[in-house]
């Protein structure tokens, strides 16, 4: 950082706290070095209000959700945290995924049929427990247990662990808190000017899905 000047740019993609320190280094400020960021966003999918269950819509739409929480363990900044369904099948869409995810089969990656691999490091398994305790405090899991390791000995194995909650407008942390793990939380909402409504609390997603 001390070599920068004003001719640099620094561009950054990663948690929104070490941007805040990366940002107010003395050098980006006395060097007037322009900096660009990529914060934390918490990216959705959104289940249209036509695509009820037994529609390939539907369909698409759990294995797509359970599957953007187990690639790379849900390490990944395009991973979907939100899932927004019809209030009316919120419970069909809870009952779908939560039997998907109980099937992936998790270990050791280089083993044949092992769909899901350990998180980056012990210190990443216990930021993503952390994540998940401060997101029950307003959503409760419907699957997963994140403090029981799904794989025996000293890995940094977890279940993906599945939220629901039943007022996403009075739960903040579901739209603010990133789990940067295997970890989704699912929510239910009224129409389609609620649901882009709700998409925008994720504070600047990077992507976001639509079945319908």
């Known amino acids: 950082m001390d070599h920068l000047t004003c001719q640099d740019v620094v561009s950054f993609t990663g948690s929104a706290y070490t941007a805040m320190k990366l940002q107010s280094h003395p050098v980006i400020a006395r060097e007037s070095v322009r900096f ?14 036509d695509a009820g269950p037994g529609t390939p819509e539907f369909d698409l739409f759990v294995k797509e959700v359970a ?6 363990a849900g390490q990944k900044c395009t991973a979907i ?19 998907r995810l109980g099937r992936v089969r998790i270990g050791d990656p280089r083993e044949e049929g092992v769909q899901m691999g350990a998180l980056a490091s012990q210190s990443q398994l216990r930021a993503v427990r952390d994540a998940v305790a401060e997101l029950s405090k307003s959503a409760r899991i419907v699957s997963g247990d994140p403090d029981v390791s799904p794989v025996p ?3 940094a194995f977890i279940s993906p662990i599945l939220l629901r909650s039943d007022d996403p407008w009075g739960a903040s942390a579901v739209h603010d808190v990133e789990a940067f ?9 009224k129409d389609l000017d609620d649901a882009i409504a709700l998409a925008n609390r994720g504070m ?9």
Do not use: C, W
């Open 36 to 49: 660009v960021a990529e914060r934390d966003s918490l990216n959705a999918s959104v289940l249209g209000p």
């Open 81 to 99: 945290r939100r899932a927004m369904a019809p209030a009316q099948h919120l419970d069909a869409v809870q009952d779908a995924l939560a039997e």
């Open 204 to 212: 600047g997603s990077l992507a976001l899905s639509l079945f319908t």
């Open 67 to 72: 599957r953007e929480m187990i690639v790379k």
């Open 181 to 189: 793990g295997p970890v989704s939380t699912l929510m239910p909402y």
């Open 153 to 155: 000995g000293n890995g």
